[in-house]
């Protein structure tokens, strides 16, 4: 077997761990949506979810709801409205603000999607051997993060060193 030098360094490099799943998870899901001939990215299900939610949401709501940048939501958003799975609008009272919408494209397939990420669910489910106890230590990572920046912590530790 190679090295694996990222799981040798463990929490050490646990960034790039998650990202390497991250990124095996995302390649594997398109590869399967390549397979069964939907065109769609993997990471656009939860943009579906939350517009199945709600009926429409401006372009901002939704970079908040999901915690992605302005600017990379602008990106995904654009190349749904593109292959015509969203309909977005500008708002009538105030016309800096896009509306966005599931087209009736989405709505056609949200049946089959829907099916999709239940096989998903269990897919991942049966990988944890049914402990879900990383969703906790995710949450706890992320509520701790969200109370002191990563940046932050670092620099601490860095200037305790570097005295």
Request: proline share 2%; aromatic share 8%.
């Amino acid at each position: 077997m190679e090295r694996d030098f990222i799981k040798e360094l463990g929490y050490k490099a646990l960034d790039n761990r998650l990202k390497r799943i991250s990124d095996r998870m995302s390649h594997d899901t398109r590869k399967f949506f390549k397979e069964i001939e939907i065109d769609i990215e993997p990471s656009w299900h939860l943009v579906f979810k939350l517009l199945q939610e709600n009926d429409v949401i401006t372009m901002v709501e939704i970079a908040e709801q999901l915690g992605y940048t302005h600017p990379s939501m602008v990106v995904m958003l654009k190349k749904m409205t593109a292959k015509g799975y969203l309909v977005s609008e500008k708002d009538t009272i105030d016309k800096r603000k896009q509306n966005i919408k599931l087209a009736q494209k989405s709505i056609d397939l949200l049946p089959e999607l829907e099916q999709i990420w239940h096989s998903c669910e269990n897919a991942i489910y049966k990988m944890l051997d049914k402990d879900l106890s990383i969703i906790k230590h995710l949450d706890e990572i992320e509520e701790s993060l969200r109370a002191i920046p990563f940046n932050e912590r670092f620099n601490s530790e860095y200037q305790k060193v570097k005295h």
